[in-house]
């Protein structure tokens, strides 16, 4: 019973976290910071798609997007938030949970437009920015004074965002304006989860793995 009591005060010692680990994952963002633009993964090109949005009255028509080219921006940006936490450990392993929030990301986009006013078709620009209160969990794990091994970066099921015009003009309603954002949403979320859990996770990797656990 004695045994059972301390046991569950050292596990409860670590589960409010280590600042050392803390430290260490603001150490792994500022390095990243430096090496994304090299890396090509801030900016990094953002894959075409189309928007469809179906009209809803007499006095207006369908409107087709086609986003054309563009590009991620602010993948450096990435801040910790709250600090991270002993998840459990594996073996002699110890795991960690750090979250970061992803606000700092802004898709810039070239859209062709056609149907929202008179002209056959016009080119607009837009920027969409990820709200700051998406999160990704990242984990690690390690033994003490050993190198870390990144495991995971898991990435909010839903991800939202503001998405403006920048230049040009769209003529759209607010009802078939939000159904545009929603649309974008659900394209570029896609998109930022693909490069989040690829390449930029593979950064990660390679910046973790120059460290030890402390
Ligand atoms: C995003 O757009 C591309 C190209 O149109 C399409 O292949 C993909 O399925 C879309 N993804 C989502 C989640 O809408
Ligand atoms: C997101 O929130 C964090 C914590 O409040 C803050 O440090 C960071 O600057 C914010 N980022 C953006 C882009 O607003
Ligand atoms: C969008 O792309 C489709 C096919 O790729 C094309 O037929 C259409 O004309 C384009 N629309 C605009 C507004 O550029």
Redesign the pocket.
């Known amino acids: 019973m004695f045994a059972r009591v301390l046991l569950i005060a050292a596990a409860a010692s670590v589960a409010c976290g280590n600042p050392a680990v803390d430290s260490l994952m603001d150490r792994v963002l500022s390095d990243l910071k430096n090496q994304l633009n090299t890396l090509g993964l801030d900016p990094v090109r953002a894959s075409p798609f189309?928007v469809f949005v179906a009209s809803n009255g007499p006095f207006n028509r369908d409107v087709?997007?086609?986003f054309t080219e563009g590009s991620i921006v602010g993948l450096s940006g990435l801040v910790r938030n709250r600090d991270c936490t002993y998840l459990r450990a594996g073996g002699s392993n110890r795991v960690f949970g750090c979250e970061v929030l992803l606000g700092s990301t802004q898709f810039m986009m070239n859209v062709?437009?056609?149907g929202d006013n008179a002209m056959r078709?016009h080119r607009i620009s837009t920027g969409t920015r990820i709200d700051n209160g998406t999160r990704a969990l990242i984990m690690v794990r390690g033994i003490q004074g050993n190198q870390i091994k990144f495991e995971s970066i898991k990435v909010d099921s839903s991800i939202t965002s503001t998405t403006k015009v920048l230049r040009g003009r769209l003529e759209l309603n607010a009802p078939r304006f939000a159904e545009f954002r929603r649309q974008v949403n659900q394209n570029i979320s896609a998109q930022l989860r693909k490069t989040l859990t690829g390449p930029y996770a593979q950064a990660l990797s390679n910046a973790f793995a120059r460290y030890t656990m402390p």
Do not use: S
């Open positions: 189309k087709r997007a086609n062709d437009v056609e078709y």
